[in-house]
């Protein structure tokens, strides 16, 4: 078969098996889709069918095909992490700051805390730590890895249970949005490359400059026009970006933060988010199954993610019940939006991808880490859906 073939080969997996175990096993209560299109990419990489068929995946995944199917991955996840900045409201979180500011700071805190410990016990372990890592980075990453709230997913998983527009949502929103800027700048943190300091200031002193024509440019066009100005203006920026060491996906993220949401048509923004997650971004869910691997040993994998899910969980619920006897909650809310704040994937998958490319943190951690996101993402609905019922004024109660 031609490398074409093969490559439309993995196509038809990458969206034919996630499409046909959601819709068959109708996972979508506990698993939905984009969950299943995560494991679907776990199971088809080189840790478990490369382990149980390895002649079956050097036929369908060739290096070839890796590279082309990498190319979509890396143009996939630039927009969905600009479309996350986008969607950033801080002016919300200003109006509401004492509020926004308690929740969100505890809510992050505690999980970055408990995790950042979690990852100092993996440090006396060999395998863990990234070649180029030093140990303040790996245990800051992994510290705030198990505080990554998904701010794009939890958006899905608040339309699904009726809660997006209804006071409650649009205050998880708030805190999400809050600890979504705090995700960035962290990593921005963990990539500073002394050695190109130069580069990165100077980066970002253009970037500072560049954003002053853009937001006055943006202002002055039609949104029809809005729109291939935002792209050329996501790339420029994710170029700038890893040319001076800080990684392309933070560049994105910069390119979405400093527009505001409002230059844009909300339903159009929706459809765009939900396109993407669609036709291009299971295609980053395969290239991230690609990465895992089990070279440590199943067992000692699994451990350190039992380990970071119990740290992940237990921070982000006890720093919400604080902030709830703080702010004075009625019994029951911060459990609720404890558990609404756990979903994890995509964003912690991206932070991860992040430091494993940077070589902060090896492939065993990596795979640690995915594990860790998807079983946190799938904890959320479950356990939310029987609060929800328990608790049914919660949802209108503006705090």
């Known amino acids: 078969m031609s490398l074409t073939e093969i490559f439309l080969v993995a196509m038809l997996l990458i969206f034919a098996l996630p499409y046909a175990v959601w819709r068959l096993g109708r996972t979508e209560r506990w698993a939905p889709l984009v969950v299943v299109q995560i494991v679907t990419g776990i199971l088809l990489g080189p840790g478990v069918l490369g382990a149980v068929a390895p002649a ?94 998904a701010l794009p997913i939890l958006i899905l998983f608040m339309e699904k249970l009726a809660l997006l527009r209804r006071p409650i949502g649009q205050r998880i929103l708030r805190y999400a949005s809050l600890d979504d800027l705090a995700i960035w700048g962290v990593l921005a943190l963990i990539l500073m490359d002394w050695a190109r300091i130069g580069r990165q200031l100077a980066f970002l002193v253009t970037f500072a400059l560049a954003t002053l024509a853009l937001r006055a440019l943006m202002r002055r066009v039609p949104e029809a026009d809005r729109w291939p100005l935002g792209l050329v203006w996501l790339a420029a920026c994710a170029l700038g970006a890893d040319w001076c060491g800080l990684h392309f996906m933070v560049g994105a993220f910069l390119a979405g933060a400093v527009m505001d949401g409002h230059w844009f048509d909300r339903e159009r923004m929706d459809l765009l988010r939900h396109h993407v997650l669609l036709v ?47 702010l004075g909650w009625p019994r029951g809310e911060a459990g609720l939006i404890g558990w609404l704040l756990q979903t994890k994937a995509l964003i912690m998958i991206i932070f991860a991808n992040v430091l494993l490319d940077k070589q902060v943190i090896t492939s065993a951690s990596f795979t640690a880490l995915l594990l860790m996101a998807v079983a946190s993402t799938m904890l959320t609905v479950p356990m939310v859906t029987p609060r929800l019922a328990r608790l049914p004024g919660v949802a209108d109660r503006a705090g």
């Open 280 to 326: 291009v971004m299971p295609v980053f869910f395969l290239s991230t199954g690609l990465r895992t691997t089990w070279e440590m040993g199943g067992p000692a994998v699994f451990v350190a993610a039992a380990g970071l899910l119990a740290a992940s969980v237990a921070g982000k619920l006890l720093g919400v019940a604080a902030a709830g006897r703080v």
């Open 56 to 149: 079956a995946y050097a036929f369908v995944f060739p290096p070839g095909v890796i590279q082309a199917l990498n190319g979509i991955a890396w143009w996939a996840v630039m927009l969905f992490v600009w479309i996350a900045g986008i969607e950033l409201d801080l002016g919300q979180a200003w109006r509401h700051r004492r509020e926004s500011g308690i929740t969100a700071g505890l809510a992050l805190g505690a999980p970055l805390l408990l995790g950042a410990a979690a990852g100092g016990l993996l440090l006396a372990f060999p395998g863990w730590i990234g070649p180029l890592a030093r140990p303040w980075q790996f245990v800051l990453g992994i510290g705030m890895a198990c505080a990554v709230t």
